[in-house]
């Protein structure tokens, strides 16, 4: 079957206005044949999920190629030479392998954070670039619940512990994870409080339950336990350091299963090591780990790799969504989830 498409030519500098286009007639079947989808994963999907992802990609007629385990960037560039799609994981989508990726239209994240693909490289070739929100994140809260528990039971040493029961723990970023934190942390019998700037639907905390407060050193003074889930931008970067860890009240613990980026390490080492009572746990270690294990002990723990989203239910919800959005997109220009600059004609 024939389509007529209106590619772009030339665009205005300030975006995704077209001042010239030209068109051409596709058989759409013929062209999809030839598309292919390249899967580039450092940290492999289970098999039950690269089935799945196949599947879905075979029966809308795309070949699909596979990267599994490499060891260097240059593997990557190599692979991305002639595909049309790709899916990552937690790969490194920079603008070098944005560049060798001639034919490249779209980057699928299968996972929520997307500060691995160069988003400016992308878009200045209008490559659509989306993520697969909500899939893994009941997996990153109950990594974020059990890293509560498991530090408050001194790592499961011996010693006297403490209890969730009772206790307050705030939820910084009320996104996809910190709202199934906070629902996992009130059937615990804990007291919730939040803080999210963007979300402006009130009726979401007082549905569940939970205490809004109006600003960030509020939330951290109040929290026994702090439950990070605020992405890394320009904005957070850094932005938890001694001030805030600081004002937290006795023997606290700062879990983090965000990203490490927005810790400034330099200062929470100096909080730690001046209040002795606090704690760090974390599922992205620090690039200063092995001083803050030395230094910490029991006070901090960092997963050996990144866990979070590293369940079998988490990895074949993201890699599934993440080769349905791909069809989507081809297929019906679908780009609910594209976390670029839209380019012109996407829904
Ligand atoms: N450990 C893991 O394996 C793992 C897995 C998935 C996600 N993550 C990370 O968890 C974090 C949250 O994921 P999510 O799925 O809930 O994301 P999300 O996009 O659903 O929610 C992010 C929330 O952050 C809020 N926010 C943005 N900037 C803020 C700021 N300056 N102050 C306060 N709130 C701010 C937004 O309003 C939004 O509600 C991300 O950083 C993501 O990268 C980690």
Same mark, same amino acid.
């Given at each position: 079957?024939?389509?007529?498409?209106?590619?772009?030519?030339?665009?205005?500098?300030?975006?995704?206005?077209?001042?010239?286009?030209?068109?051409?007639?596709?058989?759409?079947?013929?062209?999809?044949?030839?598309?292919?989808?390249?899967?580039?994963?450092?940290?492999?999907?289970?098999?039950?999920?690269l089935?799945?992802?196949?599947?879905?990609?075979?029966?809308?007629?795309?070949?699909?190629?596979?990267l599994?385990?490499?060891?260097?960037k240059?593997?990557?560039?190599?692979?991305?030479?002639?595909?049309?799609?790709?899916?990552?994981?937690?790969?490194?989508?920079?603008?070098?392998?944005?560049?060798?990726?001639?034919?490249?239209?779209i980057?699928?994240?299968?996972?929520?954070?997307?500060?691995?693909?160069?988003?400016? &490289?992308?878009?200045?070739?209008?490559?659509?670039?989306?993520?697969?929100?909500?899939?893994?994140?009941?997996?990153?809260?109950?990594?974020?619940?059990?890293?509560?528990?498991y530090?408050?039971?001194?790592?499961?040493?011996?010693?006297?512990?403490m209890?969730?029961?009772?206790?307050?723990?705030?939820?910084?970023?009320?996104?996809?994870?910190?709202?199934?934190?906070?629902?996992?942390?009130?059937?615990?019998?804990?007291?919730?409080i &939040?803080?999210?700037?963007?979300?402006?639907?009130?009726?979401?905390?007082?549905?569940?339950?939970?205490?809004?407060?109006?600003?960030?050193?509020?939330?951290?003074?109040?929290?026994?336990?702090?439950?990070?889930?605020?992405?890394?931008?320009?904005?957070?970067?850094?932005?938890?350091?001694?001030?805030?860890?600081?004002?937290?009240?006795?023997? &606290?613990?700062?879990?983090?299963?965000?990203?490490?980026?927005?810790?400034?390490?330099?200062?929470?080492?100096?909080?730690?090591?001046?209040?002795t009572?606090?704690?760090?746990?974390?599922?992205?270690?620090?690039?200063?780990?092995?001083?803050?294990?030395?230094?910490?002990?029991?006070?901090?723990f960092?997963?050996?790799k990144?866990?979070?989203?590293?369940?079998?239910?988490?990895?074949?919800?993201?890699?599934?969504? &993440?080769?349905?959005?791909?069809?989507?997109?081809?297929?019906?220009?679908?780009?609910?989830?594209?976390?670029?600059?839209?380019?012109?004609?996407?829904?």
């Amino acid at each position: 079957m024939g389509y007529t498409y209106h590619l772009p030519k030339e665009r205005d500098p300030l975006g995704c206005n077209y001042i010239e286009w030209e068109t051409e007639v596709i058989d759409f079947m013929e062209y999809r044949k030839n598309m292919k989808i390249l899967v580039a994963t450092e940290k492999p999907f289970a098999k039950k999920a690269l089935d799945g992802i196949t599947e879905i990609l075979q029966a809308a007629g795309y070949e699909v190629a596979l990267l599994e385990k490499y060891t260097e960037k240059e593997q990557l560039i190599e692979a991305v030479k002639d595909v049309d799609g790709l899916i990552v994981r937690s790969d490194k989508v920079t603008a070098e392998v944005i560049e060798a990726a001639e034919q490249l239209k779209i980057v699928v994240r299968a996972g929520a954070g997307f500060d691995n693909v160069d988003l400016e &490289a992308a878009s200045a070739r209008d490559i659509v670039v989306m993520n697969t929100p909500g899939q893994n994140s009941n997996a990153v809260a109950e990594l974020a619940l059990a890293m509560m528990i498991y530090m408050s039971r001194n790592r499961f040493t011996p010693g006297t512990g403490m209890e969730l029961l009772g206790k307050t723990v705030g939820i910084h970023a009320y996104g996809n994870v910190g709202r199934l934190v906070a629902r996992k942390a009130k059937a615990l019998g804990m007291n919730v409080i &939040a803080y999210d700037p963007f979300v402006t639907d009130n009726a979401l905390f007082e549905n569940d339950g939970v205490e809004q407060v109006g600003t960030i050193e509020e939330l951290y003074a109040g929290s026994d336990f702090l439950s990070l889930h605020i992405p890394a931008t320009d904005a957070t970067r850094k932005s938890i350091g001694y001030k805030l860890m600081m004002s937290m009240p006795k023997g &606290a613990t700062l879990v983090n299963t965000a990203r490490k980026e927005v810790i400034d390490e330099i200062g929470l080492e100096a909080a730690m090591t001046e209040r002795t009572d606090l704690k760090y746990v974390t599922d992205i270690a620090p690039d200063d780990v092995a001083t803050m294990t030395a230094m910490f002990g029991n006070r901090f723990f960092a997963t050996p790799k990144k866990m979070g989203a590293e369940t079998a239910e988490a990895n074949i919800n993201a890699g599934l969504a &993440a080769a349905r959005q791909i069809v989507g997109y081809f297929e019906k220009g679908e780009c609910r989830f594209q976390v670029n600059k839209k380019p012109c004609g996407c829904k």
